[in-house]
T-cell receptor, first 113, second 112 residues
């Protein structure tokens, strides 16, 4: 089955800096890669996703890049703010009838004022 | 407003008891999922269902059971066979695969 590795496990930045979280996946058949943000005591929320026919996608201060050859994808947050502090999860999935999302173990992002 | 609702938010279980966690969605999603979250472990799949009256085991199904009698509902029972049930349980739904999931707010289960 699919295996998703996520790094780093914790990331501390100053407000206004950029933050980058990286994930690698094992199954070359995976073609859908979402990112989730989870605040303390809440369920994860989808913040951005990318499909394998696209190399990069942006939404305001966040962007995701995908390198299918190397089987890795990354989340980039620019101009970080204290409210960006949360746990971020990457995930991967194939396009087949019973496929499910396989999640990385998460990155705790701390943005200091 | 459409959404996915989990209840209760906190649940306490005595040794040897079965408990049932509720998950209801009004998003008209076909697929529903149960994940378990432990510190440092990420999200691990317990069970999932793509259509009514059908469900499949995930990676850690032992000690759990589910039913899918209605499209909107996917309850999870944590049985006494689950030896370490203390965790944060998350329910999710989606329009099939591959698409992003909508998660509920979770149920924190504690064994007392």
């Amino acid at each position: 089955g699919e295996n998703v590795e996520q790094h780093p496990s914790t990331l501390s930045v100053q407000e206004g800096d950029s933050a980058v979280i990286k994930c690698t996946y094992s199954d070359s058949a995976s073609n859908y890669f979402p990112w989730y943000k989870q605040e303390l005591g809440k369920g994860p929320q989808l913040i951005i996703d990318i499909r394998s026919n696209v190399g990069e996608k942006k939404d305001q201060r966040i962007a995701v890049t995908l390198n299918k050859t190397a089987k890795h994808f990354s989340l980039h947050i620019t101009e970080t703010q204290p409210e960006d502090s949360a746990v971020y999860f990457c995930a991967a999935s194939m396009n087949s009838g019973y496929s499910t999302l396989t999640f990385g173990k998460g990155t705790m992002l701390l943005v200091s004022p | 407003d459409g959404g996915i609702t989990q209840s209760p938010k906190y649940l306490f279980r005595k040794e040897g008891q079965n408990v049932t966690l509720s998950c209801e969605q009004n998003l008209n999603h076909d697929a529903m999922y149960w994940y378990r979250q432990d510190p440092g472990q990420g999200l691990r799949l317990i069970y999932y269902s793509q259509i009514v009256n059908d469900f499949q085991k995930g990676d850690i199904a032992e000690g759990y059971s589910v039913s899918r009698e209605k499209k909107e509902s996917f309850p999870l029972t944590v049985t006494s066979a689950q030896k370490n049930p203390t965790a944060f349980y998350l329910c999710a739904s989606s329009f099939g695969t591959p698409n992003g999931y909508t998660f509920g707010s979770g149920t924190r289960l504690t064994v007392v």
